[in-house]
């Protein structure tokens, strides 16, 4: 298991930028592919984004070029750099684990942070 905890939300103006972090508990963070996630008002949770062991990334079409997430294994932490914001961006972002560091994709994820609120207004 591990425990995540992310941080760095806020209330953004639309084209603004926020930093997320979320730093992880234990010693599996480096082999484990991380993820962030968010969940709109009235909306499911969505797949925002990932990162392998590696370093490869992969993200979904509505946040690529705008958006970049990284890791820091020597700090446990994962990060999501998001730039050009929106509106539709608005929402509570998870981060999430796969300890296993399979393939990065939209689930399979049994390891979640509590969440950390992202408000962009127009």
């Known amino acids: 298991q591990v425990q995540l905890v992310e941080s760095g939300g806020g209330l953004v103006q639309a084209g603004g930028s926020l930093r997320l972090s979320c730093a992880a508990s234990g010693r599996t963070f480096s082999v484990s592919t991380m993820s962030w996630f968010r969940q709109a008002p009235g909306k499911e949770r969505e797949f925002v984004g990932g990162?392998?062991?590696?370093?490869?990334?992969s993200y979904t079409d509505s946040v690529k070029g705008r958006f970049t997430i990284s890791r820091d294994n020597a700090k446990n932490t994962l990060y999501l750099q998001m730039n050009s914001l929106k509106p539709e961006d608005t929402g509570v972002y998870y981060c999430?684990?796969?300890?296993?560091?399979?393939?990065?994709?939209?689930?399979?994820?049994?390891?979640w942070g509590q969440g950390t609120q992202v408000t962009v207004s127009s």
């Open positions: 990162v392998s062991w590696s370093g490869s990334t």
């Open positions: 999430a684990a796969d300890l296993r560091g399979g393939p990065i994709s939209g689930r399979n994820y049994a390891n």
